[in-house]
Every structure is written in structure tokens, then in C-alpha cells.
């Protein structure tokens, strides 16, 4: 069927704006009488002490945001990589490994290089998918829908927040599985999940503020993220996002890395977006920045009301977000890394739903 644009000027913003409502429906499909059910038999994290994450692109950032989830929450140890690499690498699989595969698709030819590699290998093999019929679902134990909706922007941008409830879901089941959190625990995670598409609500009406950043950030050459933690991969998956669809050459690094090189890139003409809710490590960040301001450099900072008060004056602009729990940021601050990028590939004028030279669903190598 065909899929209109629904009144916005690209599928991208369509996708951007449907968020909230497509998050509801994971929700809705994961979330059962305030329990969390896995379809299927599901998957018990008891036999599990590994799992190893494998994805290209977008989705590969959604899995190292859920590396930090399953870490830090369920205490299970994470391997990350991008299926190109790890197919070939061979990698041994030790036995209690649950294998994750994550891709929108479910046909990207290395991702499902790197399944059949971890299949009679890992004691389970996974994956999160938007396509149910895909290939990466059929020859997976057990498969996790995303219920993105059909994405038809070549820029992921549903598909990765949805990856990222379902994988969040999947590792509070994993720290609920294993002894790591109490029922307190796991009722507080669930409200904070649910209490996304209301935050990310507020998050779209930020789309003016984004155009107005942005059409400075469309006279950069060089762009850099900053964000440390689990905001680490987002700034990845914001450089990502504008590289691909405004051809501004951007790069992400971890807050603390930036003194071991980027920061002689950094002088008035270099723009550093730092994504930083007010954390228990916002102020190391805040000292990230004063490092980058005392070197000319202009800092566009995306935080919440304490963040930005607690970053005082020098920055050069401000995204003001609401104030949500640690654990889901990374989710809600997807919002304005994507408005950023399409407002600025928009003040360009490039095709913004057809970037040159990149392809929905890469099927070959
Ligand atoms: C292509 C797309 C990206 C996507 C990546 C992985 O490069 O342009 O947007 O993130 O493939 O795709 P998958 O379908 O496996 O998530």
C-alpha cells in the first residue's frame, strides 16, 4: 500500500512527528497489566551471561545505547559491533551468549552474514526488527517487533526510537530476570517508558527553535557531537543523522575523549553539540565545554532547565528539553538530534528522503 506524506513536506517529518503514537503502540504490544511479555516463549535471562549485539548504521547506535541499558540495570556483561566487522572477525561465541540482531528491515546482507554466523553457535539467537517477515525474523528464535510503521525516509528515525523502547523493555526484563531489580524497580522503568510519547510530544513542538539553530548550522563545514554515557551513542546517531541528509561533514566523540585529539579542530568556525541532560555527570561536561569555549569554539547545548542554568553564561545556543529520568534520555533526546538534522538538510535544499549515494536497505555487501 501506498503511504502518503500526511501534510509534512518529506516522509522524514511525518516520521519524526509520528513518534509519540508509534512508541504508544510498542508500548501497548510489550506492556501487559503492568508486566513486561515477550512474545513467543520469550527469553529467560537466567541462562544468559552474554549477549552479543550486532547491526549497521542506525541501528548499530541503537545497540550501543542498549549496551549501557543491560549493563548498568541487568549487570550482564555486552559486546557491540557493526555486522561488517564481526562477520569476518569471527568471534568466538561462548556457550550462555544470546546472539541480537537489530535492523529495520530485517534484510541488510551483513547483519544477516553475522546471524547465520552466531546460528548453532549462541544458545539463542534474537533480533528486533520493524519487518516481521523479514529474513533476519525468519531465522531468529525469537523475534522482537518494533511497530515503527512502514519507514520510507532513507534517514532512520522511528524505527531507531522504537529499536530503542524495545531493547529498554528488553533490559528491564533482563535485570528483572536476574535478580537486579525489584518490583518497585521494574514499576518505576515501566512508568518512565510510558512516560515517553508524552515527553516526546513536548519534544516536537521544540521544531521551530530546531529550524532557527539550524539555519546556523547550515553555514558550518564541520560539525561536532559531544555526550557522554548513554548520550555517547547519541551523539553518534546525531552525526550520523546529518551527515547523511544535510552532507555536513559531522563527527560524535565521548565528552572526556575530546582532549585526546577533536579538540584541535575547534576554533569559531566549528559548531559543538553537546547532548546533555542534567545527569549525575552533567558537570564533567560542563567542563568539556568551557574547554571548548575557551578556544573560540560555539556550543550549541540540548538540556533541560537545571542543565542549562547549571552551564551558566558562553554558550552559543540553547535547545531547552523537559526534565526526564536518566534512564530513558537517550529515547526523547533523539527528537531534536533528528529536528537538528532535518531542519538543516531542509535549509540546504538537499533531497531530503533520497540522500545521494545511500540506500534504504543495503541487500548486498
Ligand atoms: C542503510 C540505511 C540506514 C540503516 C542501515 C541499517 O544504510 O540507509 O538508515 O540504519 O542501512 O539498516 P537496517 O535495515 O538493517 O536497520
Same mark, same amino acid.
Given at each position: ?6 501534510? %509534512?513536506? %518529506?516522509?522524514? =517529518?511525518?516520521? #519524526?512527528? $509520528? ?6 503502540? =510498542?508500548?501497548?504490544?510489550?506492556i ?15 541462562? #544468559? ?16 545505547? =542498549? ?10 556483561? &555486552? ?11 569471527e ?7 544470546? *546472539?541480537?540482531?537489530v535492523?529495520?528491515?530485517? $534484510?541488510? *546482507?551483513?547483519t ?19 519487518v ?33 523502547i ?5 533490559a ?24 515517553l ?8 513542538a ?5 529550524? $532557527?539553530v539550524?539555519?546556523?548550522?547550515? $553555514?558550518a ?12 551513542p547519541?551523539? %553518534? ?7 547523511e541528509?544535510?552532507? #555536513?561533514?559531522?563527527e =560524535? ?7 585526546h ?39 550549541l ?27 530513558v ?13 532535518y531542519?538543516?538538510? &531542509? ?16 541487500? &548486498?555487501?
Open positions: 500500500a501506498r503511504v502518503d506524506k500526511g501534510g %509534512h513536506k %518529506h516522509y522524514m =517529518a511525518k516520521e #519524526i512527528a $509520528e513518534q509519540p503514537s508509534v512508541l504508544t503502540n =510498542a508500548l501497548g504490544f510489550y501487559k497489566d503492568g508486566r513486561i511479555e515477550l512474545p513467543g516463549a520469550g527469553i529467560d535471562f537466567t541462562k #544468559i551471561d552474554r549477549l552479543t549485539m550486532v547491526a549497521c548504521g542506525t541501528a548499530f547506535y541503537a545497540c550501543l545505547t =542498549a549496551k549501557y541499558w543491560f549493563e548498568q540495570i541487568a549487570r550482564l556483561p &555486552v559486546d557491540v559491533d557493526v555486522a561488517s566487522e564481526f562477520r569476518y572477525r568471534p568466538p561465541i561462548t556457550p550462555g551468549t544470546a *546472539a541480537l540482531f535492523s529495520q528491515s530485517g $534484510e541488510t *546482507a551483513d544477516l552474514a553475522a546471524l547465520r554466523y552466531c546460528a548453532g553457535k549462541a544458545d539463542r539467537i534474537l533480533s528486533v526488527v520493524n516481521p517477515e523479514s529474513s533476519i525474523a525468519r531465522e531468529s528464535d525469537l523475534a522482537l517487533p518494533i511497530l515503527a510503521g512502514r519507514e520510507i525516509g532513507v534517514a532512520s528515525t522511528k524505527a531507531f526510537t522504537c529499536q530503542l524495545v531493547l529498554a523493555l528488553l528491564v526484563k533482563a535485570a528483572q530476570d536476574r535478580g537486579e531489580m525489584d518490583a518497585e524497580g521494574v514499576a518505576r522503568a515501566l512508568e518512565q517508558l510510558t512516560a510519547p508524552g515527553l516526546l510530544n513536548q519534544a516536537l521544540l521544531g521551530d527553535r530546531a529550524a $532557527e539550524s539555519r546556523k548550522l547550515a $553555514e563545514r564541520d560539525i561536532l557531537f559531544l555526550g557522554r554515557g548513554a548520550m555517547y547519541l551523539a %553518534h546517531e546525531g552525526a550520523l543523522k546529518l551527515k541528509i544535510s552532507y #555536513i561533514h559531522a =560524535a566523540y565521548a565528552s572526556g575523549e575530546l582532549k585529539g577533536p579538540i584541535a579542530l575547534v576554533d569559531k568556525h566549528v559548531p559543538v553539540i553537546v547532548m546533555a541532560p542534567r545527569d549525575a555527570l552533567f558537570e564533567k561536561t560542563v567542563s568539556n565545554m568551557q574547554e571548548v569555549m575557551a578556544r573560540g569554539g560555539k556550543v547545548l540540548i538540556t533541560d532547565a537545571k542543565g542549562a542554568d547549571e552551564a551558566g553564561d558562553g554558550v552559543w545556543d540553547t535547545i531547552l528539553m523537559p526534565e526526564v529520568a536518566d534512564f534520555a537517550p529515547i526523547l533526546y533523539a527528537v531534536p538530534a533528528q529536528l537538528l538534522a531542519h538543516t538538510a &531542509v535549509a540546504k535544499g538537499t533531497d531530503v528522503d533520497q540522500p545521494r549515494n545511500l540506500a534504504k536497505s543495503v541487500t &548486498v555487501e
